[in-house]
């Protein structure tokens, strides 16, 4: 994943917040664009751990979350914190402009 400019990520911020009034639901519309965008399941390692992404989730304080698996074990991982795969999956620029909105 090439890395994206401030205007790019500001773009990306703008167009997943255009109806959003307040924090709650610009967290909301980026985490839509996530759900829509990501591709998931992708593989990844985790502390030395191969795992599998199968979605994303809103914790309820207030992170995205990476809903991860390795066989019937299962993590929750902020999305800010999973080290993402080379390549990263399609759709990981959306986590970027979460970082970015996220300050």
Do not use: H
């Not at 703008?14 to 998931?40: C, H, K, P, R, S």
């Not at 502390?47 to 299962?74: N, P, S, W, Y």
């Amino acid at each position: 994943m090439g890395a994206l400019g401030r205007a790019e990520l500001e773009a990306m911020v703008d167009e997943a917040t255009v109806d959003a009034y307040g924090e709650d639901e610009q967290l909301t519309g980026l985490f839509t664009m996530l759900q829509e965008n990501l591709a998931v399941p992708f593989g990844t390692t985790v502390l030395g751990v191969e795992v599998t992404v199968r979605g994303i989730d809103l914790a309820q304080d207030g992170r995205i979350i990476a809903l991860c698996f390795r066989g019937r074990v299962r993590q929750k991982i902020g999305i800010l914190e999973l080290p993402l795969p080379t390549p990263a999956p399609n759709g990981a620029e959306w986590i970027e402009a979460y970082r970015y909105w996220s300050g």
